[in-house]
């Protein structure tokens, strides 16, 4: 059974650094399209970043750009969010999500899952 497992999150003081991992489980990482996402208390999941299953392309979030960076190894079926110069707003829970990648221009809409999500508390 395919499952994401998040790890590297905590708590740190603004302007530090964190590295989250989301390892996949019982898949190929390479068959799946991946991103990060973020949920505060009583807030919408919000997407933060995402990568292609090469690798070879990345979209983030306006508020993050130029400050978080993802990234992958499918040998490891890893994926990763280097997280820099983190803010208090950058507190939230982060998930990691797994979509079926395209395959011939069609893409199962329900191969999609879930980590349980790993914390991340930026104080002031």
């Known amino acids: 059974q395919a499952r994401l497992v998040e790890s590297g999150g905590g708590l740190v003081q603004a302007g530090d650094s964190l590295r989250l991992s989301c390892v996949l489980s019982?898949?190929?990482?390479?068959?799946?399209?991946m991103s990060w996402y973020r949920q505060t208390t009583g807030e919408e999941r919000e997407f933060v970043a995402g990568?292609?299953?090469?690798?070879?392309?990345?979209i983030y979030e306006d508020s993050v750009k130029g400050r978080f960076t993802i990234s992958r190894d499918n040998a490891k079926n890893t994926i990763y969010l280097q997280m820099d110069s983190l803010r208090s707003e950058d507190t939230a829970k982060y998930y990691c999500h797994a979509q079926g990648k395209e395959v011939h221009g069609v893409r199962d809409e329900l191969d999609v899952f879930w980590g349980q999500g790993t914390q991340v508390i930026v104080s002031s």
């Open positions: 019982g898949r190929a990482s390479s068959d799946y399209d």
């Open positions: 990568i292609s299953w090469t690798g070879a392309r990345t």
